[in-house]
């Protein structure tokens, strides 16, 4: 049989020989037809603190720390299942009579919590199991008029960092933290603690798409200012804006190229020779200090 009468003939239905009437349409021209339809922007999506599955249960995460666990409890918005604590953290708390409580020995909140949390921050005694805070209307909390500071963080996955960042964002009056979903901090009980309550007061918000996520926060208004220690220009230059972004990459790699990209303005905090970077979450609060000094 001929080549091109086998192929044709072929039982599974391959064809490399059709008539041009057949022929389905070339990549070119596929839509020479159609109207041309005005392409929208994808929205970004946003989570609030990790990949959240559609089951509560899986996204549900234990708090620990003293702090972290009483701000937790006094958040109306706050759902918590479980809550364990030693005798000794009862003796000076107002928690012996809770209905969830769970009087606990120290080495069995240890094996407890090992199981969840392997990041090696003590629990300080008291520990709550609870679901993730609702995530907040993020073109309400952050497209509102006047002045505004939000912290972006580009692959900063510590969740020391983070909570310790939280916590500074809280201190100066940030209206959100913003980390992309994938390669950050996810929140766990050491980030709660780093926090000390401020994940119950500041968003901390996951952004599918960080660079969509930061030509969002340009049509808003703000102005993206990223931390960059080869820079020309002082951290000083960032306070003369009203709205402001303040990125900031992982300590040692700094910002990303295209997060250095989506940038509009990289600033230096000034620093003695010898001194090469400084911690992130350090140098998170000297950079909201300055914002918000004037």
Not at 5 to 18: A, K, V
Request: glycine share 8%; proline share 6%.
């Amino acid at each position: 049989m001929p080549r091109r009468d086998r192929e044709q003939s072929d039982p599974r239905g391959r064809n490399h020989f059709n008539s041009e009437a057949d022929r389905r349409p070339r990549r070119d021209d596929r839509g020479k037809d159609r109207p041309k339809v005005t392409r929208r922007h994808p929205e970004v999506e946003v989570r609030s603190g990790g990949r959240q599955s559609a089951s509560t249960k899986d996204s549900m995460h234990w708090i620990y720390g003293r702090h972290a666990v009483l701000a937790a409890m006094a958040n109306p918005k706050r759902e918590i299942q479980r809550l364990i604590a030693t005798p000794q953290i009862l003796e000076n708390t107002a928690l012996g009579n809770h209905t969830l409580l769970e009087t606990m020995s120290r080495a069995d909140m240890d094996a407890v919590l090992a199981r969840y949390d392997r990041d090696g921050t003590t629990h300080g005694g008291i520990a709550a199991y609870a679901a993730p805070l609702p995530v907040p209307p993020t073109e309400a909390l952050l497209k509102a008029e006047g002045k505004s500071i939000v912290v972006v963080l580009d692959q900063v996955s510590d969740p020391h960092n983070v909570g310790a960042i939280l916590r500074s964002a809280a201190a100066f009056g940030a209206r959100a933290v913003m980390a992309p979903e994938r390669h950050a901090a996810p929140v766990t009980g050491a980030l709660a603690k780093a926090a000390s309550g401020a994940l119950e007061t500041v968003p901390y918000l996951r952004p599918t798409n960080l660079s969509r996520a930061l030509a969002m926060l340009k049509e808003w208004g703000y102005w993206r200012i990223g931390l960059d220690g080869e820079a020309e220009d002082g951290l000083a230059k960032a306070a003369e804006f009203d709205r402001v972004a303040i990125v900031m990459g992982a300590e040692g790699k700094g910002l990303r190229r295209l997060t250095a990209e989506n940038c509009d303005l990289l600033v230096k905090i000034p620093m003695q020779r010898g001194v090469e970077s400084l911690n992130v979450s350090n140098a998170a609060a000297i950079a909201l200090y300055e914002l918000t000094r004037s």
